[in-house]
């Protein structure tokens, strides 16, 4: 799981995965190679691949997309989340146990309830 994912290294001027995908990287220490390999990437282009998901000119499919979040060790959702907010709290809900989503979700309900 990453540390923190910081956006102090990312252009925002990006598409939203890519700087997702970029910052979710930068904060695992992980080359755009190793990213790629780690996500089933052929070694040969995986370094390619992924600066070109990184960059914006390509994105991924939706099986890519999942192999890159497993690989990074975050939440599939966390790439799309368009608030940053619900991105940290996407980040933070995979983060936890059954136990702990179950009781973060409980939390949920019971704010959203309160007028």
Do not use: C
Not at 12 to 18: E, G, Y
Not at 90 to 100: D, M, S
């Amino acid at each position: 799981m990453p540390r923190g994912i910081s956006r102090s290294e990312v252009d925002p001027d990006l598409p939203l995965f890519a700087r997702r995908l970029k910052a979710a990287r930068l904060s695992s220490g992980l080359s755009q190679e190793r990213l790629g390999v780690a996500a089933g990437v052929d070694e040969f282009s995986a370094s390619a691949r992924i600066n070109q998901y990184e960059r914006g000119k390509h994105t991924p499919d939706v099986l890519t997309a999942a192999h890159l979040a497993k690989a990074l060790g975050v939440p599939l959702a966390y790439f799309w989340a368009v608030e940053e907010d619900l991105a940290k709290l996407v980040l933070r809900y995979g983060q936890l146990n059954a136990k702990g989503r179950k009781a973060l979700l409980a939390t949920a309900d019971e704010l959203s309830q309160q007028k």
